[in-house]
Each structure stands twice: as C-alpha cells, then as structure tokens.
C-alpha cells in the first residue's frame, strides 16, 4: 500500500513538473521558429530522409568498393616500391579517408560530402642543430 501511494505521488510529481514547464519550452521555440505548418515540415524532412536513403543505396556501396580498391593498389605499390611506406599511403590515405554515410544535412548543402578524403599528414623531424664542441 505505501509504495503504490509513493508511485501515485511521483506521477503526479513529474505531471506537475510537465505541465508547469511544458509552456516555457513552447514559448521559447515560438520565438525562435517562423510560422510554419506541421504537415509541410514532416513532408519536407520525410522527402529528405527518404532521399538519403536512396542516396546512401548507390553511395556507400561505391565508396567501400573505392575504399578496398584503394587498399589493394596501396598494398601492390608497398610490394613493387620494395617497401616504401610513403607511396603506399599516398594512395590508402584518401581511399580510406572520407564520408561514408550521407546525411540529410550533407544532402542540403549544409556540410561537404568527401569521396575522396585528405592524404597523410607529412611528419617532418624535428631539426637538432649541433652545437659547437665545448672549448
């Protein structure tokens, strides 16, 4: 009996907590949204998740293909440069770098889509300069 009345009073609790904010949050997003019927934004975000979709269908099939091809061809070039590192990762670097998933946001324009990603950063060492012999 006393844990159903606490479970009653923490129900009520929280639907207070509800009903009390619910109005705060709903004046906050009035201000910062234009005017915009419901219907128009979930057809406008549902053609845009669909057209990721059918987007992501062709795309990432094609950028693993690259990515694995880009692999092989590294590993042919580490065996016919006699093991040379640098030329190996010149071209595994930007076949396995990049986007491999689409998004809406990409789709829009909002942020870029790489196929083809950056190369390995150059390490240069560190320059020791030799300082002259004690006298």
Same mark, same amino acid.
């Given at each position: 009996?006393?844990?159903?009345?606490?479970? /009653?009073?923490?129900? =009520?609790?929280?639907?207070?907590?509800?009903?009390?904010? =619910?109005?705060?949050?709903?004046?906050?997003?009035?201000?910062?949204?234009?005017?915009? !019927?419901?219907?128009?934004?979930?057809? !406008?975000?549902?053609?845009?998740?669909?057209? +990721?979709? /059918? *987007?992501?269908?062709? &795309?990432?099939?094609?950028?693993?293909? &690259? =990515?694995? /091809?880009?692999? /092989? +061809?590294?590993?042919?070039? &580490?065996?016919? +440069?006699?093991?040379?590192?640098?030329?190996?990762?010149?071209?595994?670097?930007?076949?396995?770098?990049? +986007? &491999?998933?689409?998004?809406?946001?990409?789709?829009?324009?909002?942020?870029?889509?790489?196929?083809?990603?950056?190369?390995?950063?150059?390490?240069?060492?560190?320059?020791?300069?030799? =300082?002259? *012999?004690?006298?």
């Amino acid at each position: 009996m006393k844990t159903q009345f606490y479970t /009653l009073l923490a129900c =009520a609790l929280v639907l207070v907590l509800v009903l009390v904010l =619910a109005p705060v949050g709903l004046r906050a997003d009035d201000q910062a949204k234009p005017a915009q !019927s419901p219907t128009a934004e979930v057809g !406008s975000e549902l053609g845009w998740g669909v057209g +990721t979709v /059918l *987007a992501n269908v062709f &795309y990432m099939p094609s950028k693993v293909a &690259y =990515a694995g /091809l880009g692999l /092989l +061809t590294g590993g042919l070039s &580490y065996l016919l +440069t006699a093991g040379r590192g640098d030329v190996a990762n010149e071209i595994i670097y930007p076949a396995v770098k990049g +986007t &491999y998933v689409l998004t809406t946001s990409q789709l829009k324009g909002d942020e870029p889509v790489l196929f083809i990603g950056s190369p390995p950063e150059e390490s240069q060492p560190e320059q020791v300069s030799a =300082a002259p *012999a004690g006298r």
